[in-house]
T-cell receptor, first 114, second 113 residues
Framework: AQTVTQSQPEMSVQEAETVTLSCTYD???????LFWYKQPPSRQMILVIR??????QNATENRFSVNFQKAAKSFSLKISDSQLGDAAMYFC???????????FGTGTRLKVLA | KAGVTQTPRYLIKTRGQQVTLSCSPI?????VSWYQQTPGQGLQFLFE???????NKGNFPGRFSGRQFSNSRSEMNVSTLELGDSALYLC????????????FGDGTRLSIL
């Protein structure tokens, strides 16, 4: 069975600093996709970044990057130069190609301190 | 381009009643997924529809059902409501391939008294 685990319920970071959110997953499949979604308070969930399992290169989107360790089944999100607007719940998610079933972690609440 | 629209935004029901939630996807999106979000549990996958066909479903009792219409709009129905069904129900649409991102609506907040 596919599982996604986020072991940090809450994290804090000082504005302009860097923070890393952890995520581990488990799957027996070889073709899968990993995602990080952001849910700001009372606002819509939006995609932050995604990673194809077959790609060795870590995905990057501006200040957001991932550290994808396939053998360790780890998929952490690094936020550089943190901004107040980064404060939100962050969810790690995975899906296996062709199943159309998305598994989400329990989320990490990120607080950004001014 | 209009985003994913969920109606109603808020709903209050009592135990034993049934409820129907609606989701209109982004124009051109043929896949609609439904999730139950509760504090501490994150998002639990309910089911996914594509071109009126359910392609997968999560581990929820049969009281939870859904359907999708030819215009890709989707409805979710919960019968015989229980206190534990109180949650934020999120709908997400996409073009339908696994690698493509999901676009979420604002959700329907369901409270059971």
């Amino acid at each position: 069975a596919q599982t996604v685990t986020q072991s940090q319920p809450e994290m804090s970071v000082q504005e302009a600093e860097t923070v890393t959110l952890s995520c581990t997953y488990d799957t027996s499949e070889s073709d899968y996709y990993l995602f990080w979604y952001k849910q700001p308070p009372s606002r819509q969930m939006i995609l932050v970044i995604r990673q194809e399992a077959y790609k060795q290169q870590n995905a990057t989107e501006n200040r957001f990057s991932v550290n994808f360790q396939k053998a360790a089944k780890s998929f952490s999100l690094k936020i550089s130069d943190s901004q107040l607007g980064d404060a939100a719940m962050y969810f790690c998610a995975s899906t296996t190609s062709g199943t159309y079933k998305y598994i989400f972690g329990t989320g990490t609440r990120l607080k950004v301190l001014a | 381009k209009a985003g994913v629209t969920q109606t109603p935004r808020y709903l209050i029901k009592t135990r034993g009643q049934q409820v129907t939630l609606s989701c209109s996807p982004i124009s051109g999106h043929r896949s609609v997924s439904w999730y139950q979000q509760t504090p501490g549990q994150g998002l639990q996958f309910l089911f996914e529809y594509f071109s009126e066909t359910q392609r997968n479903k999560g581990n929820f009792p049969g009281r939870f059902s859904g359907r999708q219409f030819s215009n890709s709009r989707s409805e979710m129905n919960v019968s015989t409501l229980e206190l534990g069904d109180s949650a934020l129900y999120l709908c997400a649409s996409s073009l339908g391939q696994s690698h493509q991102p999901q676009h979420f609506g604002d959700g329907t907040r369901l409270s059971i008294l």
